[in-house]
Every structure is written in structure tokens, then in C-alpha cells.
């Protein structure tokens, strides 16, 4: 399944992925006119691309399947297109353009598009009677590398009550009885590009220089100020993880409400997740190869933030969460029956759940093995170099062998490479005690997944009033592990902090017995 699956992906994806590679986006500039009663949008894009090889003839764009192309244009030449929806990516399709001649190498072309209509499908849009959402994938999105330059004017009309958020800089904000239109414009060398117009409760703080504004809806209006606290609090962990803020202002806008005792760490999640996007500087649009890469490094900071901002027991609790998930998809849905790194040779443009958590998971894994410091240490690097550009999981290798000297390549290999997983689980913990201080546990650690490879993880002893925490190398196949402590131990955990990804997590805390000397 995952093969056949694989190779249409690779025959229908093979002429977007050329595409990519044949020509340089050198500008990208969109004006969008959205009408929020009539769920309708209008916009004019005007792009230049380079050509990276001789001879290039055709260049391929992402658009929503709802729109309707009027013109392609280069200069006062009106250019032929193809349009073709995409199989398995709903609200999606391909429009190719042709050139009039072949572009040369190096050769630069102006291309103007115009088209309208109503945002459709699950990906990139969702219009109901609380709003419009609208993401990079209901605009143009050309196939190839990053921009230079990238330019967005929103404008966006709505009824009284209605309010509008961008990514960009509110210009200007006219009223009259029926409607009101927010002006927004982005410029950044990105190239994301997301409106959402609805219903919020609206909260903006300065925190250490930086401007928040957070946008809750109807559902979420009553936890207004514990989400702005909640907000400055992210930041915080931002800083102290990755230092200086590369912005001065952050906005999020949060709907969906969860139950209570999970609010909290929703928010944050969310919260984190988009933050770290905005700290790359919104690159995850950036060229087919690279998004599910940047969606599960966004995934792994909000494991982190949660961590930082509501404890260590709600991280664990997120990431066994992710790891429920994990399993769940491992024989449903694209990206799940193939490894990672074969899938990621399809160039698909979306990130599928499984490919995004297994990902993230095995850089959580990184992340313990390399110790904390180090970790952020190539995070920041990667930051210093790619923020803004297109980079991918082959760059973050680099940068990391570089910063550590380990073999980063061969470590994801490794979890990504095959679609093997852990399945641990702890039998027969017996502690005994060898003197009034020496107490030896024993316990069988059973593997009844199929991965075999060597792997560093935690052993936490629990006694009465103690602790003791052991690092272990398991090797994927069953062993019996024997650790001394200088307390009795009532209970063994294996991986406490959830660093490992086993699909059996629940298996990994057993009560010990106890055995006395004779």
C-alpha cells in the first residue's frame, strides 16, 4: 500500500518537483480583495521568476481549486495555462503557464495573474457564518525556491462586528453602517500568507519589547486574559530557549474551545506551534520538499514551550498524546505505511499527521541525546543561517554535524529511514535489598515492536521518599537490566520524560517486589 501509494504521488508530483527545480522565485507580490459576506475573493499577483537551466518552457503554481483564472499575462502577452486539480490533496489543483519562448538561463520573466471566486475544501479554508480563514494555499503558491522579496496588501471587507487579522501591519481602518474594511500589508522576505476575518475578543500587551495581540473567539471570549498571560509566558520560553525575537510583534488568533482541564495546555500548544513558524521567519511554504519538515520542527517547540510554561508533566502527557497518535496512524492515511524519508521524495505539498509526529519525535530524541545546551545551540545556528530561506531536514543535518560532531545523518536515518517502532515494555521488577544501603533492581525489559537499533534512555527508581534517575542503552531487543540505588525501589519507569517514541508507553511503570536479604 504504501508503495503503490508512493509512486502516484511520484508520477503526479514528478513535473511539480522539476518545476521547482528549473526556476527561481526571485519576487512575489499579491494584492487580495476578500469580501466576507459574499465569501468571495479577488486578487491580482504579480510574480519574477529566474530561470535556473536552459531552455525552460512551463512553470507551475499551487491554487485553490475555487478560484477561476481570468489572465495569465507577461507584460502585454496574454499566456496559455493548464489547469489540473490534485488526486489526493483536496481544494488543491496545478496551473501550468507556458512561455511565448523558452526562457534562457539566468533569463527573468514578470508574470501577471488575476483570479477570483470562493476559497474551497479543507486545506488552506474554512468559511462559515463565524468567518472567513484563508491560508497561503487559497492565493498563489509558484513551485521553486524562496523570495527575495515578498509583498502582500489585503483588503478586506466585512459587516460591523466582524473583525479582520493578517500576518502583516493594519494600514488602515475605515467604517460606515454596513460595512468595514481592514487594509493589511505584509512585507517580509517570506512566503506565507494567512487572513482570518470573524467574530474575536481581541487582547494586545507589550512584553519585553515585543507586541502580542491575541484573538479569541466566541467560544474562547471569557479566558481573554489568562490567554495573554499565557502568551507573554511562550514568549518567554522563545527567548530563553532561542534569545532575541526576530520581530517586534506576534498576533495569533485561537477558536476552538477543548474541555477545561485541557484548555490550558491547548492554548499553549497552539501557541507554540505557531510561534516557532514565525520565528523561522514562515518558511514552511518554501518549496514541496520542505514542509512536513518545518511542521514537525514547529510540532517539537511546542513540546518544548509546554514544557517550559505549564511543567515537565504536561509535556510528557502532550508527547504520549502524540505517540497515541502516532500509533493510531500508523497504517492509515499518506505518509503512514513508508518511512519518512521515502515519503518526503514525493514532494507532496501538504504535511500528513504521521509523517509530522514521527518527525518531531525522532528530534525529540535528538534532543535528549545531545543534551539541552547543544540542541538549542543548532537551533539557534540554523536560525542565524535559513531564517526566512528555504532549508529542509538535509540543512538542519548539516548544521547540526557541524555544531556536535555526531552523526546526525545516520541518527535519522535510523528513525526516519524504516517504518520499525519501539514497543517497550518492563516485566518482573524485583528489588532486593543487598545491605542497609545497597539495594539491586532487576528488571526484564521486553521489545514487541520491530526496531532493533541501540538507543540512550532514562530509567527513573522510585522509593519511598527518593529518586534515582539511570541512563541506559537498550538495544530493541529483550534484556534484563540490573541498577543499584542506595534506597529501595517500589517502582521502575522507563523514559520519564517521554523522549523515546514507544508505541507501548503505558507498559513502561511497574510496581516492584521486594526481596529481603537472607
Wanted: with cysteine.
Amino acid at each position: 500500500m504504501g508503495w503503490v501509494a508512493r509512486q502516484k504521488r511520484e508520477y503526479f508530483f514528478a513535473s511539480l518537483a522539476q518545476s521547482g527545480t528549473q526556476v527561481e522565485v526571485k519576487k512575489y507580490g499579491i494584492n487580495v480583495n476578500c469580501i466576507v459576506r459574499k465569501e468571495q475573493l479577488q486578487a491580482t499577483t504579480v510574480v519574477t521568476l529566474r530561470a535556473l537551466i536552459p531552455n525552460v518552457t512551463k512553470h507551475c503554481f499551487v491554487l485553490n481549486s475555487g478560484l477561476t483564472v481570468s489572465s495569465i499575462s507577461q507584460e502585454e502577452t496574454r499566456l496559455a495555462f493548464r489547469e489540473r486539480e490534485f488526486s489526493d490533496v483536496i481544494g488543491l489543483k496545478a496551473v501550468w503557464v507556458y512561455f511565448p519562448t523558452p526562457l534562457r538561463e539566468n533569463d527573468e520573466a514578470q508574470l501577471t495573474f488575476v483570479y477570483s471566486g470562493r476559497p474551497v475544501g479543507k486545506t488552506g479554508v474554512q468559511a462559515d457564518d463565524t468567518g472567513t480563514r484563508l491560508s497561503r494555499k487559497s492565493a498563489w503558491y509558484p513551485v521553486g525556491a524562496g523570495f527575495d522579496t515578498f509583498t502582500a496588501r489585503i483588503t478586506c471587507v466585512t459587516c460591523p462586528d466582524f473583525v479582520s487579522v493578517s500576518d502583516g501591519e493594519l494600514i488602515c481602518l475605515t467604517e460606515s453602517d454596513d460595512r468595514v474594511v481592514h487594509v493589511w500589508e505584509v512585507k517580509e522576505p517570506i512566503s506565507g500568507l494567512s487572513l482570518t476575518s470573524g467574530k474575536f475578543e481581541m487582547a494586545c500587551r507589550i512584553h519585553r519589547g515585543v507586541k502580542l495581540e491575541l484573538y479569541l473567539g466566541q467560544a474562547l471570549k471569557d479566558t481573554i486574559e489568562p490567554g495573554i498571560g499565557l502568551f507573554c509566558d511562550v514568549l518567554d520560553a522563545y527567548i530563553d530557549m532561542l534569545g532575541k525575537p526576530p520581530v517586534g510583534r506576534f498576533t495569533s488568533v485561537l477558536r476552538r474551545r477543548y474541555p477545561s482541564d485541557e484548555q490550558e495546555v491547548r492554548i499553549v500548544t497552539a501557541l507554540g506551534h505557531e510561534m516557532a513558524h514565525v520565528w523561522w521567519g514562515s518558511p514552511i511554504s518554501v518549496g514541496f520538499g520542505h514542509t512536513w519538515f518545518h511542521e514537525s520542527l514547529a510540532r517539537t517547540m511546542a513540546y518544548e514551550t509546554v514544557g517550559r510554561v505549564l511543567g515537565r508533566d504536561a509535556e510528557t502527557q502532550l508527547v504520549h498524546e502524540e505517540i497515541d497518535r502516532w500509533a493510531t496512524d500508523a497504517r492509515l492515511g499518506p505518509g503512514a505505511g513508508e518511512s519518512v524519508l521515502l515519503w518526503a521524495k514525493s514532494r507532496a505539498p501538504y504535511a500528513p499527521r504521521p509523517v509530522c509526529i514521527r518527525t518531531a519525535l525522532a528530534l525529540r530524541l535528538l534532543r535528549h541525546t545531545l543534551g539541552e545546551d547543544m540542541f538549542f545551540e543548532i537551533l539557534r545556528r540554523h536560525l542565524s543561517i535559513y531564517r526566512a530561506k528555504p532549508s529542509g531536514l538535509r540543512d538542519f543535518v548539516m548544521v547540526a554535524e557541524r555544531a556536535s560532531g555526531m552523526n546526525v545523518e545516520g541518527f535519522m536515518k535510523q528513525w526516519l529511514g524504516n517504518t520499525a517502532g519501539f514497543a517497550y515494555q518492563i516485566k518482573s521488577a524485583v528489588c532486593s535489598g543487598k545491605s542497609k544501603d545497597r539495594f539491586v533492581t532487576r528488571f526484564d525489559l521486553i521489545n514487541t515492536g520491530d526496531a532493533h537499533s541501540p538507543v540512550k534512555a532514562d530509567v527513573l527508581l522510585v522509593g519511598d521518599d527518593t529518586e534515582t534517575c539511570e541512563q541506559v542503552t537498550i538495544t530493541g531487543r529483550n534484556q534484563v537490566l540490573f541498577i543499584v540505588t542506595s534506597h529501595p525501589v517500589n517502582s521502575v519507569v522507563l523514559d520519564p520524560g517521554a523522549y523515546l517514541p514507544n508505541s507501548s508507553w503505558r507498559n513502561c511503570r511497574v510496581a516492584t517486589e521486594s526481596k529481603t536479604p537472607r
